[in-house]
């Protein structure tokens, strides 16, 4: 039995592809890890003026939701209404829970914060399934979402 020592030879072009390829795909990870941070944050990425966190990431049936706003630009932002606009809705049902406030024209200041409690409960009167969720606030250009989840515990 004789052993062949095989030899492959690429010519520069073809590895000149091969990298492009490797490359292209390693950018569209990146792009894609860091798409899904910024949903946590901001859809506004040229100018992150208004940024919206969760006191938590994962709720029990019942607990309150605190959601906190706060404008990180050098201009005031204007909402629709004293909850800044909060639209809460489930990612996998796409019903929505609106949160109801006093329908006035509301500004964030730069670099002030406001909070708003949500106590997961429908309008029916009933607790919001668990589930996932995501909340959103828009003020001009500026849109932010956080997502979160609402888990039943288990016995």
């Known amino acids: 039995m004789s052993r062949h020592n095989?030899?492959?030879?690429?010519?520069?072009?073809?590895?000149?592809?091969?990298?492009?390829?490797?490359s292209s795909s390693l950018s569209l990870i990146f792009?894609?890890?860091?798409?899904i941070y910024a949903q946590n944050e901001t859809s506004n990425e040229d100018n992150l003026?208004?940024?919206?966190?969760?006191?938590?990431?994962?709720?029990?049936?019942g607990e309150t939701v605190n959601f906190t706003m706060t404008n990180t630009?050098?201009?005031?932002?204007?909402?629709?209404?004293?909850?800044?606009g909060l639209m809460i809705r489930n990612l996998a049902t796409n019903e929505s829970y609106p949160i109801y406030s006093?329908?006035?024209?509301?500004t964030l200041n730069p670099?002030?914060?406001?909070?708003?409690i949500w106590d997961t409960v429908a309008s029916n009167g009933n607790l919001v399934p668990p589930g996932d969720y995501i909340a959103?606030?828009?003020?001009?250009?500026s849109?932010?979402?956080?997502?979160?989840?609402?888990?039943?515990?288990?016995?």
């Open 6 to 22: 095989h030899k492959r030879h690429y010519s520069h072009s073809s590895l000149l592809v091969l990298a492009i390829v490797v």
């Open 31 to 35: 792009f894609l890890s860091n798409d």
């Open 49 to 61: 003026t208004l940024i919206m966190t969760t006191d938590m990431t994962i709720y029990s049936p």
């Open 73 to 84: 630009g050098e201009e005031p932002l204007t909402f629709p209404n004293s909850a800044l």
């Open 102 to 106: 006093a329908q006035v024209i509301t």
């Open 111 to 116: 670099n002030e914060s406001s909070s708003i």
């Open 136 to 141: 959103s606030v828009m003020s001009g250009s």
């Open 143 to 155: 849109t932010t979402n956080v997502i979160f989840s609402i888990v039943k515990q288990i016995p």
